[in-house]
């Protein structure tokens, strides 16, 4: 398996690279916003026309494919960048992204973007980083997708979101992200269904709980396993 350094590194936000210098001054291009649970921030298919840099909540990036199935490509948040990379080719919107509960943004046209990273060549340094590590995990969960059965690639994405969006509590790590049993599926690759299934599973043998408040993952050390392919 991946060192747990090596999986997150797309999950260092875009924001903590940069030299306080740079990141006053890209912030100062941008104009503050406030989105709603919901919410859409970037539309899939739509023309790049800015950037939108998340300073507080949660957002969720969803790829829709023609037959109507919603992927869950990655959770962004505080410090993340969203719609960069169709900025910097010009080419449409891959994803939507979506607010999870309210978020505090700051959104940047396209073309004061293209212009800051031209006069910081050391925050377009970054940007190039930040994209490549994010090809690289997507890379690795395409891998894993056909590598793996859907039982482990949902025991793997669980301990991720413990470790990005878990709350210690007294029973177990609480999930914070609020996703569906559609949209664990999505970033799964599986249907509904199998995931239900599973997560039925998981709670009969005491794994995971479901309460109004979320998921609570009761043994970690058990999803491990599973994620390693043991019973």
Request: charged share 25%; aromatic share 2%.
């Amino acid at each position: 398996m991946p060192s747990r350094a090596g999986r997150l590194d797309d999950q260092v936000p875009f924001l903590a690279r940069l030299e306080t210098r740079e990141r006053v001054a890209l912030l100062e291009l941008g104009r503050p916003m406030t989105y709603g649970p919901q919410s859409v921030l970037v539309h899939q298919d739509e023309p790049s026309t800015h950037v939108v840099i998340i300073l507080g909540g949660w957002t969720k990036v969803t790829h829709s494919a023609a037959n109507g199935y919603e992927a869950l490509l990655a959770l962004r948040g505080p410090g993340d960048v969203v719609g960069e990379a169709s900025a910097v080719s010009g080419r449409p919107r891959s994803a939507t992204v979506a607010a999870l509960g309210q978020v505090e943004a700051v959104t940047i046209d396209r073309g004061g973007f293209l212009t800051h990273l031209a006069e910081f060549p050391t925050t377009a340094l970054h940007l190039l980083t930040l994209i490549g590590d994010r090809t690289r995990a997507s890379d690795r969960r395409r891998v894993e997708q056909g590598a793996l059965g859907v039982r482990e690639r949902l025991a793997l994405l669980l301990l991720e979101l413990s470790r990005t969006h878990g709350v210690q509590e007294a029973e177990g790590v609480r999930l914070t992200a609020g996703l569906s049993q559609h949209e664990l599926a999505g970033a799964v690759g599986a249907s509904r269904e199998a995931v239900a299934r599973l997560l039925k599973s998981l709670r009969e043998r005491d794994i995971v709980r479901t309460s109004r408040r979320g998921l609570v993952l009761v043994r970690p050390d058990r999803l491990r396993r599973m994620g390693g392919g043991e019973a």
